[in-house]
């Protein structure tokens, strides 16, 4: 973990993931919560050992967790000679300092680990500068003996050492630095950025958006006939790639954006600030979903509060649910149901308050199987045309 590679000839490095139950999250969405956690620390190469629940009507302010539990967790972590700890929620710099001096291990919370996998992750000038600011921003308030020499060892888990508050303050005044010269990096970045996408003309422009891991760039490939790199794992790109698309005799643009993801890093947001613009200046959303995911419905809400949040509620979208082909309808009364399409997934979810979803298109697909493809094509081509007609209608007879 951290910001270097695990390389084969070191032993996998092993977790336990931490969780929360109080008023606010109950035990069912703890579970599926730490179960995203698992798939976060598989994406960053680590292997998760074991999961530990608590309940608290609050977190605790010193440890987060109760000390009854922090003794637990450390005679399993002693026992087990487990490496890194794992919070799925956010500590703060007092809570990470208390618990890095009472588990002497390394300790993680879900934003610094979904920031150590876009730090793996990143490719471009452009996503490695913004993540980099990010990881920066986070690490400043809670650096301590276990972070320090950052620059110099670049937070490997097994840094440790006798470092004192001068060394910590050395470096806390090395991030500063590093951070101004960061933004400033970023702000050039993202001013040629705008330059690129204002040369693209008045063409349509389409964004793919959802949650990460929906299959947004397996649909790219599809629709454009490129080779944008998927895999599933979380966050398996972070830059945007732009394709020009041709449906009938209508050119647009379609562009892949990063995923979205419940509890991502404020830090993150405000870094992609230019990777998000894709979207703001999109005239068309393809919001796409794994439908069968068991939690799609909350990934489906995560990713409209944050469309929200940076102002692309109203946009024109196409509502894709993706994965049919893996997709597991829920048993059902066969009193209530047609036995003609008590098996077809796709008669079964065009039969469910999905497809009727307001004030939007909604299709269902398998971009990997290629199912019902035409059908968001069509779709698609009638959207952009709508677009396109309104922009030049002068140009009506290509249509």
């Not at 471009?124 to 320090?148: D, F, G, I, N």
């Not at 647009?252 to 613009?277: C, Y």
């Not at 997709?327 to 009193?335: F, G, M, S």
Request: proline residues 3%; charged residues 30%.
């Amino acid at each position: 973990m951290g910001t270097k590679h695990i390389s084969t000839d070191v032993k996998e490095e092993s977790a336990v993931l931490i969780g929360l139950i109080t008023r606010q999250q109950d035990e069912e969405r703890v579970a599926d919560y730490l179960d995203e956690l698992d798939f976060l620390a598989r994406t960053a190469g680590v292997n998760t050992v074991k999961h530990f629940t608590q309940k608290l009507d609050m977190p605790d302010k010193r440890t987060f967790i109760g000390s009854g539990k922090v003794e637990e967790i450390k005679e399993y972590v002693k026992e087990n000679e487990i490496d890194v700890i794992v919070f799925d929620d956010d500590l703060s710099p007092s809570q990470m300092r208390n618990l890095e001096k009472i588990f002497e291990k390394k300790i993680y919370d879900r934003s610094l680990l979904i920031l150590d996998i876009f730090m793996l992750r990143a490719r471009t000038a452009q996503a490695k500068t913004q993540v980099e600011l990010a990881r920066s921003q986070y690490l400043l308030p809670r650096l301590t003996r276990m972070w320090t020499h950052l620059e110099r060892q670049r937070g490997g888990t097994g840094t440790r050492g006798g470092a004192g508050e001068k060394e910590i303050e050395t470096d806390r005044r090395m991030i500063r630095n590093k951070i101004t010269k960061l933004k400033e990096r970023l702000a050039q970045i993202d001013k040629q950025m705008r330059t690129q996408r204002s040369n693209r003309g008045a063409m349509v422009r389409v964004a793919l958006v959802g949650y990460t891991n929906a299959g947004k760039s397996t649909l790219m490939n599809l629709l454009s006939k490129s080779e944008v790199f998927a895999e599933d794992k979380l966050f398996a790109t972070l830059d945007t790639t732009v394709r020009k698309v041709v449906l009938g005799n209508l050119p647009f643009l379609l562009s892949d954006t990063v995923g979205f993801i419940r509890k991502l890093p404020t830090q993150l947001v405000e870094s992609f600030k230019s990777t998000l613009d894709e979207v703001r200046e999109a005239d068309l959303l393809m919001h796409v979903i794994d439908v069968s995911h068991p939690s799609f419905e909350d990934h489906f809400n995560t990713v409209n509060q944050t469309l929200s949040e940076i102002g692309c509620e109203e946009k024109p979208t196409i509502v894709v649910f993706n994965k049919l082909d893996a997709y597991k309808p829920e048993p059902v009364d066969p009193q209530d149901v047609d036995p003609d399409v008590m098996t077809d997934p796709l008669e079964l979810l065009q039969r469910t308050w999905m497809s009727k979803l307001k004030a939007n298109k909604v299709v269902f697909i398998s971009a990997a199987e290629k199912i019902n493809i035409e059908t968001l094509r069509e779709m698609m081509y009638e959207e952009v045309k709508s677009i396109h007609a309104e922009r030049y209608p002068y140009n009506n007879y290509l249509y």
